[in-house]
């Protein structure tokens, strides 16, 4: 089955494991989709958004001047600024620590017979 080779790289699409995700997860995952530039449409799409989901974190990413629009011709783009673009940076820098704790954690957990 064909998956949009960017859905591939941020791990969406089909067989991807889904749980319920994070105001955190949505935005980094919006930001990362935005790197490059990319309607809405292909945002509420690759980000698995619900419209109103998606008008919801546009605006809150735009306050915070993590996203912006940038009008081509009759078409918005929306792009991760560096603001953005540092956020995810740190984001991806959080997750690594959560993972190297959560590792340790279970090396732990066996010690105690858990």
């Known amino acids: 089955m064909w998956m949009n080779p960017l ?3 941020i791990g969406l699409g089909a067989g991807a ?3 319920n995700r994070s105001r955190m997860e949505i935005a980094a995952s919006m930001l990362e989709i935005a790197k490059q530039g990319v309607r809405k449409t292909q945002l509420m799409y690759l980000g698995n958004l619900s419209f109103e989901l998606l008008q919801k974190y546009l605006d809150s990413l735009m306050k915070a001047d ?3 629009v940038q009008k081509e011709g009759d078409r918005n783009t929306y792009r991760t600024t560096q603001k953005g673009l540092q956020f995810l940076k740190d984001y ?3 997750q690594k620590y959560a993972e190297m704790l959560s590792s340790k954690r279970r090396v732990l957990e ?3 017979g858990k």
């Open 92 to 94: 991806q820098e959080l």
């Open 7 to 9: 859905a591939r790289e």
């Open 110 to 112: 066996k010690f105690l």
């Open 66 to 68: 993590l996203i912006e």
């Open 17 to 19: 494991k889904r749980k």
